[in-house]
């Protein structure tokens, strides 16, 4: 062992030093995904294809068509929307609270980087996560269906608004798990059911009002329906109220976030 | 310039525990610094609030006068940690860590990259760039974690036991390493268990004890403020029983060693005069090295007394 002088010359600018921080944190998560893809990208697309099978080609025959299209082109958007959900969640919450398990995320804590880049880097890498496995159950898709785009920006900004929601959900997860049972709860009895009566499978016009009403206070059916509306021009609410409770709970959830490292709840208490 | 200037400070944990009491402690830059310490008398506390990972209740710290609650990131640039428990990514190899780490100090990529090729070599942990950190040995783990602190060239190193459970070669080669490093101009503070590494590497040293600081000074002073020390003599006789000296307290060891406590008062002429016309003769000698350990046990000692409160602070 032997130290040498050689110093290194830090850029001064700090949006330099911020934008090379965040990079690395999005690229250490990127890898993390790539890293362990058969856990983080290919159990989605089987367990879609498996839905496509069964309630789309074999259950789906039966019920016909849904809300005026055939029943697999309707569960279709859905379907790919809980991909998103359920990996963009499982990211963060797994990542960050591997990390503060692990005690390497004490890297970034000692770091200058400034809490709401470290947010934004895991909450970048759920979002990834999200869209990629998103991307992949709508080639799965493909094979069962066709998917008209009616209106592609719709999409686009439905699913990485969807992403950055459930990112950041997982993320606080993340913050107050103490340990892996804790990551899975949420999931489990929370996000599964709320995933699962956000009208993935069917229309919300096929409900009692009381029920209807009861689906109005799921976040995740206004974002199936406005991701729905993307590919087949059809919702069960209005887009434009679906993109503003989707930007309310992206706001909310952030908020939630910076407070919760500004105050060290979970990480340095 | 202080490197370090800490000023009333005060945690206390939400169970209650008071676990620093008012610290106060500066360390001057280019300074090699003892933080010493019982377990659980508050260093890594210290050493958490010193690097974010541990809010603070009351008090005010300056690194390279960035105050750490106005010009937080600015401070954070300056230090390099490297903590007590391993805290790597098992799953990341040893260079991917030391790059990241890198880049969390907003080193681009390219710099990065040979700045990490750079510290792995000096810490001899260039062949196992590729290897995962799970895959080290425990000496090489802490070589990496020392590695990840130093790549960003930190102006202030602070180590919680760099040295706990490696071997005696390595620690020794660490020794060096550290030497160098702070005569180059890095500001490092130190805690350990072993005083020895302490009484060999470090110019200024602070003393903790149930959130106080005990004693703070010179090393070399403070070891002056011992009165007595103990030397190892190897005997050309074996001794069965020992020699009745006035005013040394011999002790056998084994049949050709003795071990004695002589006070600063008396000189070593009188005792071998003494051994001699005995007719013991001595072939060897060695000053045994528990000079600071001492101390430390008398101030610990001292501390967990009924009067602990009124004589912590207080000089030896």
Redesign the interface.
């Known amino acids: 062992?032997?130290?040498?002088?050689?110093?290194?010359?830090?850029?001064q600018s700090?949006a330099?030093?911020?934008w090379?921080?965040l990079?690395?944190?999005l690229?250490?998560e990127f890898?993390?995904i790539l890293?362990i893809w058969g856990q983080t990208i290919v159990p989605s697309a089987v367990t879609a294809a498996l839905y496509f099978v069964i309630f789309g080609s074999l259950i789906g025959r039966r019920i016909g068509q849904m809300d005026g299209v055939d029943y697999t082109q309707y569960i279709a958007p859905g379907l790919i929307m809980m991909a998103v959900i359920t990996n963009s969640y499982a990211n963060v919450s797994a990542s960050f609270f591997g990390?503060k398990f692990?005690?390497?995320l004490?890297?970034?804590?000692?770091?200058?980087?400034?809490d709401w880049i470290v947010v934004i880097g895991y909450v970048g890498g759920g979002v990834l996560r999200g869209l990629l496995v998103g991307f992949a159950v709508t080639l799965v898709a493909l094979f069962f269906t066709h998917l008209p785009v009616q209106h592609a920006f719709v999409i686009l900004v439905a699913a990485i608004l969807t992403a950055i929601i459930f990112s950041l959900a997982g993320f606080i997860n993340g913050v107050f798990a103490k340990n892996f049972d804790q990551v899975n709860w949420i999931p489990t009895f929370i996000l599964t059911p709320l995933t699962y009566f956000g009208g993935i499978f069917y229309s919300v016009k096929m409900l009692p009002s009381w029920a209807q009403d009861l689906s109005l206070a799921n976040p995740v059916l206004y974002m199936v329906n406005a991701f729905r509306y993307g590919f087949l021009g059809r919702s069960d609410v209005d887009v434009g109220y679906a993109f503003a409770i989707m930007l309310l709970f992206a706001g909310v959830l952030f908020a939630i976030s910076l407070w919760l490292m500004r105050?060290?709840i979970g990480l340095?208490? | 310039m202080q490197a370090l200037e800490v000023r009333g400070l005060v945690k206390q944990?939400?169970n209650g525990v008071q676990a620093l009491k008012g610290i106060d402690l500066c360390v001057a830059e280019g300074d090699f610094f003892a933080l010493l310490g019982p377990n659980g008398a508050g260093k890594s506390t210290l050493i958490?609030i010193c690097?974010?990972?541990?809010?603070k209740t009351a008090g005010t710290l300056e690194v390279f006068g960035h105050d750490m609650d106005r010009e937080?990131?600015?401070a954070?640039?300056c230090?390099g940690?490297v903590?007590q428990?391993?805290?790597?990514?098992?799953?990341?190899t040893s260079l991917?860590?030391v790059v990241?780490?890198?880049?969390?100090?907003?080193?681009?990529?390219k710099?990065a990259l040979a700045?990490a090729e750079?510290v792995l070599t000096?810490?001899?942990l260039w062949d196992k760039r590729n290897q995962m950190a799970r895959t080290l040995s425990g000496g090489m783990k802490r070589?990496l974690m020392i590695a990840?602190a130093l790549?960003?060239?930190p102006r202030l190193l602070i180590l919680d036991e760099p040295t706990a459970g490696v071997d005696i070669e390595i620690r020794r080669?660490?020794w060096?390493?550290?030497r160098?490093?702070n005569e180059?101009?890095t500001t490092i503070i130190l805690t350990t268990h072993y005083l020895e590494e302490a009484e060999s590497l470090c110019r200024n040293i602070a003393i903790i004890d149930r959130g106080r600081i005990a004693e703070s000074d010179r090393m070399d002073r403070l070891l002056r403020k011992l009165h007595v020390e103990t030397f190892v003599l190897s005997l050309q006789e074996a001794v069965t029983e020992l020699p009745r000296i006035d005013g040394y307290e011999l002790r056998r060891i084994d049949e050709h060693t003795v071990e004695v406590d002589i006070s600063k008062e008396r000189d070593l002429n009188g005792l071998f005069a003494k051994l001699s016309a005995d007719g013991l003769h001595v072939l060897s000698m060695r000053n045994k090295v528990n000079r600071l350990e001492e101390i430390f046990m008398r101030l610990v000692d001292r501390a967990a007394s009924p009067s602990a409160d009124s004589a912590a602070g207080s000089a030896v």
């Open positions: 062992m032997h130290a040498t002088s050689n110093q290194v010359t830090i850029p700090v330099r030093t911020r090379i921080g990079m690395t944190i690229r250490r890898g993390r890293r990390a692990q005690r390497f004490e890297e970034i804590s000692v770091s200058p980087l400034p105050r060290g340095r208490d | 944990y939400r958490g690097t974010s990972l541990v809010t937080l990131e600015a954070k640039a230090i940690v903590p428990e391993f805290n790597l990514n098992q799953f990341e991917t860590i990241n780490q890198a880049g969390f100090y907003g080193i681009p990529r710099q700045r750079e000096q810490l001899s070589r990840r790549v960003h060239s080669s660490m060096d390493f550290l160098q490093l180059q101009g």
